[in-house]
C-alpha cells in the first residue's frame, strides 16, 4: 500500500511539473507573460500544498496530537500562501483566471491519480 501511495505521489508530481509549464509555455502566447506566470504559480502553489500535507501526514501520523499538529501546519500554509498572494496583488501581478486554472489543473491530476490508484486497489 505504501509503495502505491508513494508511486502515486510521484505520478501527481511529475505529471505536474510536465503539464503546467508546457501549458503556460502555450499561453505565453495566446496571454502574454503575466498570464502565463500566474498559470505556473497557481500550479506550484497547488502541488506544494499538496506535497505539504502528505509530508505531515507521513511525518505525524503515529502520533498522538497527529490532528491538531498536522491542522496547525495547514493552517500556516493558508497564511503563507494568502500572505504571498497579497503581497502579490499588491504589485499587481495576480491574475485570477490563469491563478484558478493553474491550481485547478494540478487538482484535476490528484483527483485523476486517486483514481487510478483506487481502480488498481479495487482490482487486486
Same mark, same amino acid.
Given at each position: 500500500m505504501q509503495d502505491?501511495?508513494?508511486k502515486m505521489i510521484q505520478k501527481i508530481t511529475k505529471f505536474s511539473v510536465i503539464?503546467?509549464?508546457a501549458l503556460a509555455l502555450v499561453s505565453l502566447f495566446f496571454g502574454g507573460w503575466l498570464?502565463?506566470?500566474?498559470?505556473v504559480l497557481g500550479g506550484a502553489?497547488?502541488?506544494?500544498?499538496?506535497?505539504?500535507?502528505?509530508w505531515?501526514?507521513?511525518?505525524?501520523?503515529?502520533?498522538?496530537?497527529a490532528q491538531p499538529v498536522i491542522m496547525g501546519i495547514s493552517i500556516l500554509k493558508i497564511t503563507a500562501i494568502f500572505v +504571498?498572494?497579497? =503581497? #502579490? $496583488?499588491l504589485l499587481q501581478l495576480i491574475m485570477p483566471v490563469p491563478l484558478l486554472a493553474? +491550481?485547478?489543473? =494540478? #487538482? $484535476?491530476?490528484?483527483i485523476w491519480q486517486g483514481f487510478i490508484a483506487a481502480r488498481?486497489?479495487?482490482i487486486q
Amino acid at each position: 500500500m505504501q509503495d502505491q501511495l508513494q508511486k502515486m505521489i510521484q505520478k501527481i508530481t511529475k505529471f505536474s511539473v510536465i503539464v503546467i509549464p508546457a501549458l503556460a509555455l502555450v499561453s505565453l502566447f495566446f496571454g502574454g507573460w503575466l498570464f502565463a506566470f500566474n498559470f505556473v504559480l497557481g500550479g506550484a502553489i497547488s502541488l506544494l500544498s499538496f506535497r505539504t500535507i502528505v509530508w505531515a501526514v507521513r511525518k505525524f501520523i503515529g502520533m498522538q496530537m497527529a490532528q491538531p499538529v498536522i491542522m496547525g501546519i495547514s493552517i500556516l500554509k493558508i497564511t503563507a500562501i494568502f500572505v +504571498f498572494l497579497v =503581497v #502579490l $496583488a499588491l504589485l499587481q501581478l495576480i491574475m485570477p483566471v490563469p491563478l484558478l486554472a493553474g +491550481f485547478t489543473l =494540478v #487538482l $484535476a491530476i490528484i483527483i485523476w491519480q486517486g483514481f487510478i490508484a483506487a481502480r488498481k486497489e479495487s482490482i487486486q
